[in-house]
């Protein structure tokens, strides 16, 4: 059974770096064949995709957040990270892991992990 | 990017009720499109993908129709445990867009 988990402080402060690791168990990253992506969800509001990353390093950022985003792979732990820039009130969210195939639906999410920018 | 349009945003139906919503892309998918259930505090699960195939251990009342750019998920007797907001996403281009949601409320 594929297991994802966020982890990472709750509370960013304003123009601070947010920073999210996503645990993969029941699943190696290294064997290759999905994306691992990130997603936010605004508090009562719809979800947007925030990028992906393969077993290769290669990511992909949705354009709107690109400027701000990097997404990083530690094969040896079998996890991968978010670090988003430069936050803003805009930014709180639960932000979430999942696992897809390449031009595939997310068949695996994690739990999620409310992360509120804040003074 | 594409722009996935929800309706109705929110809905009231009664247990046994049939229920349909509908997604609309601002262009083409090619049946590139996936529906979840989301229930409070919870992360969305997936229910159909590829427009209407069903996700393993998820209840036939559930179905999925379309193509182009329009498609619909339908309930066919709605029971307890689908009261929960429904998304819809589309996952033809590489960078991947939901609908704003659907919430599915008690009568």
């Known amino acids: 059974q594929v297991q994802l988990q966020e982890s990472g402080p709750g509370l960013v402060k304003p123009s601070q770096t947010l920073s999210l690791t996503c645990g993969v168990s029941?699943?190696?990253?290294?064997?290759?064949?999905?994306?691992w992506s990130w997603i936010r969800q605004h508090p009562g509001e719809g979800l947007e995709w925030i990028g992906f990353?393969?077993?290769?390093?290669?990511?992909y950022y949705n354009p709107s957040l690109k400027s701000r985003t990097s997404i990083s792979i530690d094969m040896s732990e079998n996890q991968f990270s978010l670090k988003l820039t430069s936050v803003t009130a805009a930014d709180t969210a639960v932000y979430y892991c999942?696992?897809?195939?390449?031009?595939?639906?997310?068949?695996?999410w994690g739990q999620g992990t409310l992360v509120t920018v804040s003074s | 990017d594409i722009q996935m349009t929800q309706s109705p945003s929110s809905l009231s139906a009664s247990v046994g009720d049939r229920v349909t919503i509908t997604c609309r892309a601002s262009?083409?998918?090619?049946?590139?499109l996936a529906w979840y259930q989301q229930k409070p505090g919870r992360a969305p699960k997936l229910l159909l993908y590829?427009?209407?195939r069903l996700q393993s251990g998820v209840p036939s009342r559930f179905s999925g129709s379309g193509s182009g750019t329009d498609y619909a998920l339908t309930i066919s007797s709605l029971q307890p445990e689908d009261f929960a907001t429904y998304y819809c996403?589309?996952?033809?281009?590489?960078?991947?867009?939901f609908g704003q949601g659907t919430k599915v409320e008690v009568k």
């Open positions: 999942a696992r897809s195939n390449p031009s595939e639906p997310f068949d695996y």
């Open positions: 029941g699943d190696s990253i290294s064997s290759g064949g999905y994306y």
């Open positions: 262009q083409g998918i090619s049946y590139s």
């Open positions: 996403q589309q996952y033809s281009t590489i960078t991947k867009t």
């Open positions: 990353i393969y077993y290769s390093g290669t990511t």
């Open positions: 590829a427009a209407s």
